[in-house]
Structure formats: structure tokens, C-alpha cells
């Protein structure tokens, strides 16, 4: 079964809804999941926010942590997955920021570079809600590393959906 399929049976198990802030796979985890059926079950919104001014004006991520670190950068991850996921006021959110390539990448950050957030939103009131970010560097064309991290998102997505307790405890 394709990862795509595998995240939206395990979100509508749960009842939840998950919403995705993509820059450097411009579009293609929304994409993915909604080729599933019945995706509007689980599925709310994709957006692509591709620029520093896309994501300070569609996120609200930070101007000052833009400035200080970079798009690809574990604080710009986090912030656009926590954002998304309480901007949709859904259970979950994940982003992704990278470099594609084939150029844009240094040697601190060369092509295929990406950060993977995935937050989720537990109840209000327990201090459950957490954020996790990871950082990967993939290899190949242009078009391979967006799938990769498509694929990689929505295999990181699923891991924390099913470590995570439905009620919270």
C-alpha cells in the first residue's frame, strides 16, 4: 500500500485531519493524498508558500528567524508546521523546506537538503501538543528529491500518528 494511502487510513481511523505547508515540494504532499479517495476525510488544506514573503505573510513565520538562520532551517520547519496545523485547526501539521536543486545548495546545506516538520495539536489543556523536526538530505533530479520528500513527509507524518494516543494519554 502507498505511503499516501497509509497516512489517510490511519488519520481516518482517528477522525482527524491533517494540513500540509509545503515550499520545496511545491504542492506534491497535497497532491499525493488527495489521489487517495476519499481523501476529504482526512485531508484539509495544502498550502505552498514558496518565498521568505510567503511564509511571514501566509504563516506568520518569524521575519527575525527567516533573517537569522534561512528558509532551510529547522526553526522555519517548525514554525510552518505549527502554524499550519493552528491555522487549519486540525490535529495535524506537517512542512517541508528545502533545496531541490539542481543549484541553491552550499556546503552547509547542499542540494538535497530538507527539514521535515510534522506538529500535532492535543487537547487543550493537557501541554500535549509537540512538534518534531528531522533533517534529510536526499540525492538525485530535481523531480526525484520533491518525491522523496513528499514520500519522506508523509512516512514521518504516519510514524507520529501512530506513536500518538488518540486520547491524549
Not at 12 to 21: C, H, L, N, P, S
Not at 100 to 128: N, S
Request: charged share 30%; proline share 3%; with cysteine.
Amino acid at each position: 500500500m502507498a505511503i499516501e494511502e497509509r497516512v489517510g487510513e490511519a488519520l481516518a481511523d482517528r477522525g482527524e485531519y491533517v494540513a500540509a505547508a509545503e515550499s520545496c515540494t511545491g504542492g506534491l504532499i497535497g497532491s499525493l493524498i488527495t489521489d487517495v479517495p476519499g481523501s476529504s476525510d482526512y485531508f484539509d488544506r495544502s498550502m505552498v508558500t514558496y518565498t521568505y514573503d510567503a511564509k511571514l505573510e501566509e504563516l506568520g513565520v518569524s521575519r527575525e528567524v527567516l533573517d537569522d538562520v534561512g528558509a532551510v532551517s529547522e526553526p522555519v520547519a517548525r514554525q510552518m508546521a505549527r502554524r499550519i496545523r493552528d491555522g487549519a485547526g486540525v490535529a495535524w501539521g506537517v512542512a517541508t523546506t528545502g533545496i531541490a536543486g539542481p543549484t541553491g545548495g552550499t556546503d552547509e546545506k547542499p542540494v538535497g537538503t530538507v527539514y521535515i516538520g510534522v506538529a500535532h495539536a492535543a487537547d487543550w489543556g493537557t501541554g500535549d501538543s509537540w512538534c518534531a523536526v528531522e533533517r534529510y538530505v536526499f540525492d538525485g533530479s530535481r523531480t526525484e528529491i520533491k518525491r522523496k520528500i513528499a514520500e519522506q513527509a508523509l512516512e514521518d507524518l504516519l510514524e507520529a500518528v501512530e506513536r500518538t494516543d488518540p486520547r491524549g494519554e
